[in-house]
């Protein structure tokens, strides 16, 4: 009978303290770093690298055909986490200033279509800007892309001015100030 409850005694005891070990540590894996709200300057701002590649549906997005407007080129991957995570702001950003000429190109790294199609279904907002396909990674390397996600914005005069590695909230007040004063640059 003793050992009985000392056996109950150790595994509620053991319980316990995988329980505050849980609760208590600060490093669980459910713990990701929030997204951010900044971008990097480009110092000296240069052309964009060509951007030509098809959407989910086979029609061709090409960088140039919008050119005079401003456009938030995301490179992406389903597999990705603070890409999943900030996917949706982006769909935020195009809700809230499209009006004004901002244009939002996803691309996704490598996928196929199932996969992307799965992933966005899930989303709320649903993603209704291009999802473009970059299946071998070309675009990836022109941009110079070293990990997902990475993100850049294109001037309305075709000049790379920003870039942001890692997630970001692309509705934050501050990133949308950022937007729509380097789209006001190019009306003046």
Same mark, same amino acid.
Do not use: Y
């Given at each position: 009978m003793s050992f009985v409850r000392a056996k109950a005694g150790i595994t509620? &005891?053991?319980?316990?303290?995988?329980?505050?070990?849980?609760?208590? &540590?600060?490093?669980?894996?459910?713990?990701?770093?929030p997204?951010?709200?900044g971008l990097t300057p480009i110092v000296e701002p240069?052309?964009?690298?060509?951007?030509?590649?098809?959407?989910?549906?086979?029609?061709?997005?090409?960088?140039?055909?919008?050119?005079?407007?401003?456009v938030v080129v995301?490179?992406?991957?389903?597999?990705?986490?603070?890409?999943?995570?900030?996917?949706?702001?982006?769909?935020?950003?195009?809700?809230r200033l499209e009006s004004q000429g901002v244009v939002i190109l996803a691309v996704d790294v490598g996928e196929d279509i199932d996969t992307?199609?799965?992933?966005t279904g899930q989303l709320e907002p649903s993603p209704?800007?291009?999802?473009?396909?970059?299946r071998d990674s070309g675009a990836m390397q022109g941009w110079k892309v070293k990990g997902l996600p990475s993100t850049f914005v294109v001037?309305?005069?075709?000049?790379?001015?920003?870039?942001?590695?890692g997630g970001r909230e692309f509705d934050h007040p501050q990133l949308i100030d950022?937007?729509?004063?380097? &789209?006001?640059?190019?009306?003046?």
């Open positions: 509620c &005891s053991l319980a316990a303290l995988l329980l505050t070990c849980w609760v208590v &540590s600060p490093c669980r894996a459910v713990d990701i770093p997204l951010t709200h240069r052309p964009a690298p060509t951007l030509r590649l098809t959407d989910m549906d086979g029609r061709v997005h090409d960088l140039a055909d919008h050119k005079g407007k401003l995301n490179f992406w991957a389903t597999w990705c986490p603070p890409c999943r995570r900030e996917m949706p702001s982006l769909e935020r950003l195009r809700q992307i199609f799965a992933f209704n800007f291009p999802i473009l396909l970059d001037a309305p005069d075709g000049a790379l001015a920003f870039r942001a590695v950022e937007f729509l004063k380097l &789209s006001t640059k190019a009306e003046k």
